[in-house]
């Protein structure tokens, strides 16, 4: 087992009781996210992977029944942040058009580097809207 000097045993690590995944777009996501804005190149970066909590599990397979069980809602938030309108989105939504449109890795330990204590914020049209602004803005348009 490897020893490490004082100074960095004695750094409190701060564990959170979650799981995460991050998503990552596809080339599919990107080629249905370009068709919203045809006259506008998406700038490189608009396609950050999206990072999301899960409870805590304890294997590979229970991450990947979690993800089964809750892909849709990961889905529909991926989707939102580009259109606020589902009749734009792919349908149907289903696990496997999730699987080609998304790359996604699973993290089993998440810990807390920040001095605040942790917030939860409701997501509003508001918020979406600041975000396209944002994402529009970087593309020189």
Request: net charge negative.
């Given at each position: ?24 777009p596809r ?7 370009q ?18 909590l ?7 397979k ?13 889905f529909?938030s ?16 289903s ?5 080609e ?12 580097q ?20 944002v ?7």
């Open positions: 087992m490897p020893t490490f000097p004082a100074a960095v045993a004695a750094i409190p690590v701060k564990i959170v009781n979650r799981c995460a995944i991050t998503v990552e080339q599919p996501f990107m080629e249905w996210a068709k919203l804005q045809p006259d506008q190149p998406l700038p490189p970066g608009a396609f950050e992977p999206g990072l999301y899960l409870p805590l599990y304890d294997s590979r229970d991450a990947i029944e979690l993800l089964e069980q809750g892909y849709e809602e990961i529909c991926e989707l939102e942040t580009w259109s606020n309108d589902p009749e734009t989105w792919p349908s149907p939504r696990l496997a058009l999730f699987h449109w998304f790359a996604f890795r699973f993290y089993d330990l998440v810990s807390d920040g001095q605040d204590p942790l917030a939860h914020y409701e997501v509003d049209e508001s918020f979406l809207e600041d975000l396209r602004s994402i529009n803005d970087s593309s020189g348009s």
